[in-house]
């Protein structure tokens, strides 16, 4: 199967597995496993994590570890977060917005300044962490589904980000470009929803 | 060979993805207006919508490049914002006549095989993507899961666009050419039974 295809199958598989909903437990699968499939099986987190795969899979090899690291720190600080107890935060609101604005910058594949791109990254990374509270009584089992969402987001980053750098030849651009534009217009109308309610 | 071997694992992937819809649309208890299912419905059961964004790639296949790929970038964003109108509850009048004329308009652009400058063709059509998306933002419905939804929506929109992309490019033979213009005729022909109420 051509790398396209990989990538326009998860896009659809994930953007499609509206089971998870808002946050509620998936049936027969919890814990470690639980957490690990968490960031695929919620909507708004899929979206923020194939944005941002994309986004940095376009940009120069050499570019991509720092906004990559910048991902993976901010989702430690955003899980340790909820492990802290932080109270209600926006962040599902401000990773579809983060979703969006990379979604665009996908669209127009013009990329931004450096710092720019890591921010995005570290939103990303912070928000996923902040919107994955477990929904568990034990704190062990609490972590060790955090430590599974981490990973999860981790590993589903690096396979979109992969698979995106091979995706070289012009229409297969031209198709990661339109991609970015269903993305950002999605993130667009889903938070105008949430505005909305 | 190779292309009907891409078409074959294009298929399939799409076949995946709308049997993984199926234990998720029974399970959420969302009903057919939930998730992504109830978001690629909602534009392909709107045949108004279908025949104006077949006639956007049809348009946009005949122009050749660059609006054949500007367009399906473009459009979606541009919709976007008009569904984030309706979704909000900004007004916006004679938006159901607007998407008539849009039919109507398309459709005889395609038929004339006019070759507007690309900015023209791109502020025409980006016109009717607002009055097409605050349509549909209108009409989202409430308990729907609004990500799932909305990416149903835009991958929908998406999808009828290359399918008229797809068609027009028949175009690059005489008699496709003449088949593409015809459906131009047609469209712009149910656009204006659209305006004159006939549904």
């Known amino acids: 199967m051509s790398a396209f295809l990989r990538v326009t199958a998860v896009v659809l598989l994930s953007v499609g597995a509206d089971t998870a909903g808002a946050h509620s437990p998936i049936e027969g699968i919890d814990g470690f496993y639980g957490g690990l499939l968490h960031p695929i099986l919620v909507p708004a987190h899929a979206l923020g994590l194939l944005a941002l795969g994309l986004f940095i899979g376009q940009q120069d090899s050499r570019h991509r570890r720092g906004a990559a690291a910048m991902f993976a720190v901010a989702l430690v600080v955003g899980l340790a977060a909820i492990v802290l107890a932080v109270g209600q935060t926006p962040a599902g609101e401000v990773l579809l917005a983060d979703a969006a604005a990379l979604g665009a910058l996908v669209a127009i594949a013009r990329p931004p300044p450096r710092p720019v791109g890591w921010l995005a990254a570290a939103v990303t990374g912070a928000t996923i962490g902040l919107d994955s509270p477990p929904q568990v009584i034990s704190m062990a089992l609490g972590t060790i589904t955090l430590i599974g969402t981490g990973l999860g987001a981790c590993i589903t980053l690096a396979i979109v980000v992969e698979v995106t750098s091979y995706l070289r030849r012009d229409w297969q651009q031209l198709g990661m470009r339109i991609l970015g534009s269903w993305i950002a217009a999605s993130a667009m109308l889903a938070l105008a929803v949430r505005w909305a309610r | ?199």
């Not at chain 2, 298929?11 to 969302?30: N, R, W």
């Not at chain 2, 991958?155 to 008699?175: K, N």
């Open chain 2, 1 to 199: 060979m190779l292309r009907s071997k891409f078409m074959l694992q294009a298929l399939l992937v799409l076949a995946a993805a709308v049997a993984a819809e199926c234990p998720a649309f029974a399970h959420s208890g969302d009903g057919f207006s939930g998730g992504f299912t109830g978001g690629f419905a909602h534009p392909i059961f709107g045949p108004d919508h279908v025949i104006a964004m077949v006639a956007v790639g049809l348009w946009g296949a005949f122009l050749g490049a660059p609006a054949i790929w500007l367009l399906p970038i473009v459009f979606p964003l541009v919709m976007a914002f008009g569904g984030v109108l309706g979704i909000l509850g900004v007004p916006l009048p004679g938006v159901e006549t607007a998407i008539a004329i849009s039919a109507v308009v398309l459709g005889l652009m395609v038929a004339l095989a006019a070759r507007p400058p690309l900015w023209v063709a791109a502020a025409l059509v980006g016109g009717f993507a607002i009055f097409h998306g605050h349509a549909h933002g209108a009409e989202l419905p409430a308990g729907a899961n609004s990500v799932a939804f909305s990416a149903g929506f835009v991958v929908a929109t998406g999808l009828l666009h290359l399918a008229g992309i797809s068609f027009g490019l028949l175009a690059r033979w005489p008699a496709g050419r003449l088949a593409v213009r015809a459906a131009g005729g047609a469209i712009a022909l149910a656009g204006v039974a659209f305006l004159s109420g006939m549904r």
